[in-house]
């Protein structure tokens, strides 16, 4: 059974920042690499950035860029995805899973609005 748990997200406007946090259980955490995932209305689902394990190489979308961090810390099992300069395309629900995707289940995502 793995389960994974978002966190963070909330309303913020333009030019603003969030953080958020995943947390992830049933695996051991440091082997995965991992992503961070996100769907808007309308939309296929999306990789924005990810992680691999051991190394901690970090790859991300064109559209995040430069704006957005991802981390881990594999003591803890929880996996960051800082994020600046964020615009109303960033609005999204926000998802962690394994990257490469391995087909495990979806959790509730964490909603990230940006609105004036």
């Known amino acids: 059974q793995v389960q994974f748990v978002e966190s963070g997200g909330g309303l913020v406007q333009p030019g603003g920042s969030l953080r958020l946090s995943c947390t992830a259980s049933?695996?051991?955490?440091?082997?995965?690499?991992m992503g961070w995932y996100r769907q808007a209305p309308g939309k296929q689902r999306e990789l924005v950035a990810s992680?691999?394990?051991?190394?901690?190489?970090?790859d991300y979308a064109d559209s995040v860029k430069g704006r957005f961090t991802i981390s881990r810390d594999n003591d803890k099992n929880f996996l960051y995805l800082q994020m600046n300069s964020l615009n109303p395309d960033d609005t999204a629900v926000y998802f962690c899973?394994?990257?490469?995707?391995?087909?495990?289940?979806w959790g509730q995502g964490t909603q990230v609005t940006v609105s004036s």
């Open positions: 992680m691999t394990p051991y190394f901690n190489n970090a």
């Open positions: 899973n394994k990257h490469p995707y391995q087909n495990d289940y």
């Open positions: 049933g695996i051991i955490f440091s082997v995965y690499g």
